[in-house]
Each structure stands twice: as structure tokens, then as C-alpha cells.
């Protein structure tokens, strides 16, 4: 069974038409992290979730949001996105302690034209 | 900042066959933990082995093991009778220990072919 789900698999945005991305997580865990993948490129952390308290990587675009409104759900929003913008985008989930993994999701691929 | 370095962009291995991915990384860090997460096509991330920074005796899972070297700080991860299903995009990744909710710094990846 699926335990940390994103929607949609694959994603079509027009230029600087906001679009947002979703995560869901069955596992009940308290971190929620967003990651960028770039084509050839290490994924790249963007922000988390330690549940509500929200934390920025120091150059994460502001053209990037996110938003967590409950334990299972995260979000990922992108105001205005660019041709740069288009990757694949990675949700993954961890329970926050010192010993512990990161589950991810399937990914959401993000097309812009 | 941490930095990871994967430097086989791809790898191939005959099926049966063993064959070692190399990661090096850079930290200025104690404690920590290392991961070599596996990406098969169009599926999520997936574990298949971690270390912690403070344990000298090197992970084992199975068919998977690593060579840890802190001083040289490497990270290498060996796949033993390499199967079919082991083809994927191999990540190295790094996190600090002093907080459990740090995110993963990854390498940018080997490509792993398994050939028949």
C-alpha cells in the first residue's frame, strides 16, 4: 500500500499560471519535506514540516510555498512558474527523530509551457 | 554546508556479477548518518542502506553492504549477484545528526544497467 501519496503523477502549467502540488501520507509521521529534482541533477531540499513549524532552505525561491493544514496533507505551491521550474518534484515523510529514514512519494513531474 | 559527490554518472554490470557504486562526501560534521537510497523507473525512493557516522563496523543488508571510511570520508556501496530488479538510479545521501527532522543532501545519482 501506498504510504506517502502525490497527486497529480504529472503535472502541465502555463508560464506564470500558479499550480500547486499535493502530498498525502498514511504513515502519521512528523516531518514533511519537499524536494526539487532536476533532470541529471541531486534532488534538492526545498522545505519541511516538523509538524506545524514551518522551515525555509536559505535559497528556496520565494516563488515557492507550502503549506501544511493537517498531519497527513502538504502542499506545495508555486505562484509563478518559469521555464526554470520545470522538474520533478519529490514529497517525502520521516518521523523526526535522529535515528530515522525518509520515506518519499512517487514524485510529481512538473511540465511548463 | 555538505556536499555529496557521486562520480558514475552510470554503471553496468553483468546479472550474477558484483558491482561497487563509489560516493565520497565532504562534512565538517561528527555525527551523521549516510544512505544509499535506490530510484527505480517511475517509482518512488526507496531505502537500501544507512550507516551511522559513529559505528565503525559497515552496513550490511543482504546482497547490499558498504565501505565506510570516515577519514577518507567515503561511501561506497557494493551489490553482490546483481539481479535484474537491482537496475535503478542509485542516490548517496547524507544527513546530520543533530536534528532528526534535517533533510537529505544527495549526490546527483549513478545510473545502474544490469545486463543479462
Known amino acids: 500500500d501506498a504510504m506517502v501519496i502525490q497527486n497529480p503523477r504529472y503535472q502541465v502549467t502555463q508560464f506564470g499560471k500558479p499550480v500547486t502540488l499535493s502530498c498525502s501520507q498514511t504513515l502519521n509521521h512528523n516531518v514533511m519535506y519537499w524536494y526539487q529534482q532536476k533532470s541529471s541533477q541531486a534532488p534538492k531540499l526545498l522545505f519541511h514540516y516538523y509538524d506545524k513549524d514551518f522551515n525555509n532552505e536559505a535559497d528556496t525561491p520565494d516563488n515557492f510555498q507550502s503549506r501544511r493544514p493537517n498531519t497527513s496533507f502538504c502542499f506545495l505551491d508555486i505562484r509563478s512558474p518559469g521555464l526554470g521550474d520545470a522538474a520533478m518534484y519529490l514529497c517525502a515523510t520521516s518521523r523526526g527523530n535522529r535515528n530515522t529514514e525518509a520515506f518519499f512519494g512517487q514524485g510529481t513531474r512538473l511540465t511548463v509551457v | 554546508a555538505q556536499t555529496v559527490t557521486q562520480s558514475q554518472p552510470e554503471m553496468s554490470v553483468q546479472e550474477a556479477e558484483t558491482v561497487t557504486l563509489s560516493c565520497t562526501y565532504d562534512t565538517s560534521e561528527s555525527d551523521y548518518y549516510l544512505f544509499w537510497y535506490k530510484q527505480p523507473p517511475s517509482r518512488q525512493m526507496i531505502l537500501v542502506i544507512r550507516?551511522?557516522?559513529?559505528?565503525?563496523q559497515n552496513a550490511t543488508e543482504n546482497r547490499f553492504s558498504v565501505n565506510f571510511q570516515k577519514a577518507a570520508k567515503s561511501f561506497s556501496l557494493k551489490i553482490s549477484d546483481s539481479q535484474l530488479g537491482d537496475a535503478a538510479m542509485y542516490f548517496c545521501a547524507y544527513r546530520s545528526a543533530r536534528g532528526g527532522a534535517d533533510g537529505l543532501t544527495f549526490g546527483k545519482g549513478t545510473h545502474l544497467i544490469i545486463q543479462p
Open positions: 550507516q551511522e557516522a559513529y559505528k565503525q
